[in-house]
Every structure is written in structure tokens, then in C-alpha cells.
């Protein structure tokens, strides 16, 4: 089945450093992938959606400027935190689309433990 | 947003059929109902999705009321490993270019030996 793999799964970084976290899929392409955030006993929440070649689209109150997506490839979407604080601190989970028909259609990554200090 | 209502939590005895409902009454004509499960510290497990017919899998059913505004997941033979928070999700397919999944709270199923 279709298989999205995130790396790293966890990261700690100091306060004020950019951290890049990579999302790939490995045996399909995806042509939209998504960026969510998951804070302790809370749901997901959705950052952004990811669309290979073209700028991502990010949801309300998501700035941009802090959280930059690449999604340079039909196979690779990276999210990079820039220049983190200890509120970053979270957990942070991609998803990918695959094209064409077949499948369940959302498949998730197993997520990035991010830790600032 | 989500569009979804469930109860925050269940609980459940090993080997008996686990049924989670979920609310979805604003739901449109052309989305679908999705179920995902999390556990602990790790990302979401797709489990099933329908668009108005019953949906029966390996891991699941579900079953969707006539007008579409509600559902039923079952997990006919619930084991310890299904404790999870199980996630009812209202959304366009993936072949839509509205196509994404915005998670509710979910349902906290405890699964006791």
C-alpha cells in the first residue's frame, strides 16, 4: 500500500535555529501533500497544503514566513521551521494525495517530535 | 473546519464489537466520511471511507445512515490494540481540488481486557 515516510521523527534545536523536516512518498506520487501540527491532547490541526511546483496554500493564522514548504518533487515536500521557539515545539505530521484513482487517497506520515529549547 | 461531532470518549471489553458514532449533518452531496485512527506519539492509520453505501474492510464497517447525517464505525472484534483515538472526518475525495481532511477531536476508545 502507499507509504509516506517523514523524517526525522524527532529533532531537539536551540532556540532562534531553523529546523527542515522532509516528507517523502515512497511508492507513489503525490501531487498534494499537507502539513499539520498536533500540540499535546489536542487533534491535528491543518498548516498547509503542499502542491507540487507551485507556492503552498496556507490556512488562517498559519504564517508563512515562519513555516516555509518546498514541494520540489512528486515525491518530496520538506517543511521548515524557521527560526524556532520553544511555542514551535510540537509535533508535526504530513500527508500525501496520491494521484490518479484507487486506494484510501490520504496516507499519513508518522510524524516529527520537535523539541525547542 | 471540522464538520463532525463525536463523543469524547468509549470504552470497550476485548472481544466485543466496538461501534463509535459520529455526527455529520451538514455533510454535501459529493463528500465522503472518513475514519482514522492515532495512536499514541504516532501519525493517523487510515481505517475505512464511504460515500453513502455501507463500507465493510479487514479492520472495519461502517455504516452510513440513509440521509448521510450520521454514521456508525464498527470494529466487530475489538482487541487491546485497537485503543486509539478514532477520528470521523467529513471530506472531498482526493481527486478534488478541495480534497483535504480537517481533523475534529475525536473519540477516545479504551479498549479493557
Known amino acids: 500500500g502507499a507509504v509516506v515516510s517523514q523524517h526525522p521523527s524527532w529533532v531537539i534545536c536551540k532556540s532562534g535555529t531553523s529546523v527542515k523536516i522532509e516528507c517523502r512518498s515512497l511508492d507513489f506520487q503525490a501531487t498534494t501533500m499537507f502539513w499539520y501540527r498536533q500540540f499535546p491532547k489536542q487533534s491535528l490541526m491543518l498548516m498547509a497544503t503542499?502542491?507540487?511546483?507551485?507556492?503552498?496554500?496556507?490556512e488562517q493564522g498559519v504564517e508563512k514566513d515562519k513555516f516555509l514548504i518546498n514541494h520540489a518533487s512528486l515525491t518530496l515536500s520538506t517543511l521548515t521551521v524557521t527560526s524556532a521557539h520553544p511555542e514551535d515545539s510540537s509535533f508535526y505530521i504530513c500527508s500525501a494525495k496520491a494521484t490518479g484513482t484507487g486506494g484510501n487517497g490520504y496516507t499519513f506520515g508518522s510524524g516529527t517530535r520537535l523539541t525547542v529549547v | 473546519d471540522a464538520k463532525t461531532t463525536q463523543p469524547p470518549s468509549m470504552d470497550c471489553a476485548e472481544g466485543r464489537a466496538a461501534n463509535l458514532p459520529c455526527n455529520h449533518s451538514t455533510i454535501s452531496g459529493n463528500e465522503y466520511v472518513y475514519w482514522y485512527r492515532q495512536i499514541h506519539s504516532q501519525g493517523p492509520q487510515y481505517i475505512i471511507h464511504?460515500?453513502?453505501n455501507n463500507e465493510t474492510n479487514e479492520m472495519a464497517s461502517l455504516i452510513i445512515t440513509e440521509d448521510r447525517k450520521s454514521s456508525t464505525l464498527i470494529l466487530p472484534h475489538a482487541t487491546l490494540r485497537d485503543t486509539a483515538v478514532y477520528y470521523c472526518?467529513?471530506?472531498?475525495?482526493?481527486?478534488?481540488?478541495?480534497?483535504?481532511?480537517?481533523f475534529g477531536r475525536g473519540t477516545q476508545l479504551t479498549v479493557w481486557p
Open positions: 472526518i467529513v471530506g472531498h475525495d482526493r481527486g478534488s481540488t478541495l480534497g483535504r481532511l480537517y
Open positions: 503542499s502542491n507540487e511546483g507551485s507556492k503552498a496554500t496556507y
Open positions: 464511504g460515500l453513502k
